[in-house]
């Protein structure tokens, strides 16, 4: 059973942070490239970063200078540290596993976490 289980979302100013977490099945971890997307009211699922399972990162536009994902394979956890926080990175952001099989590669995804950036 693969599991996405992510934590770490809420209410916060603009100009905070936050930091959200998304804890793997140890089955998936090691063989998956990790993200975490964003879907805001009325808008499309977007990618706001992705890491590799060699540690390379692809971050968008929007979140770059502000944003950091990091893996911690020992704990089978990504992090998402969010850093001066506006109002248009409100949104349900989403844990993504792209796990890859000699069969080929698979998508999964956690339960989402409320962001929710407002004074």
């Known amino acids: 059973q693969v599991q996405l289980v992510e934590s770490g979302g809420g209410l916060v100013q603009p100009g905070g942070s936050l930091r959200l977490s998304c804890a793997a099945s140890?089955?998936?971890?090691?063989?998956?490239?990790m993200g975490w997307y964003r879907q805001a009211p009325g808008k499309e699922r977007e990618l706001v970063v992705a890491?590799?399972?060699?540690?390379?990162?692809n971050y968008a536009d929007a979140v770059k200078g502000r944003f950091t994902i990091s893996r911690d394979n020992a704990q089978n956890t990504v992090y998402l540290q969010m850093n001066s926080l506006k109002p248009e990175d409100t949104a349900v952001y989403y844990c993504?596993?792209?796990?890859?099989?000699?069969?080929?590669?698979?998508?999964?995804w956690g339960q989402g976490t409320q962001v929710t950036v407002s004074s």
């Open positions: 993504n596993a792209k796990v890859y099989r000699t069969s080929g590669i698979y998508d999964y």
């Open positions: 140890r089955s998936i971890f090691s063989s998956s490239a």
């Open positions: 890491i590799t399972r060699g540690g390379n990162t």
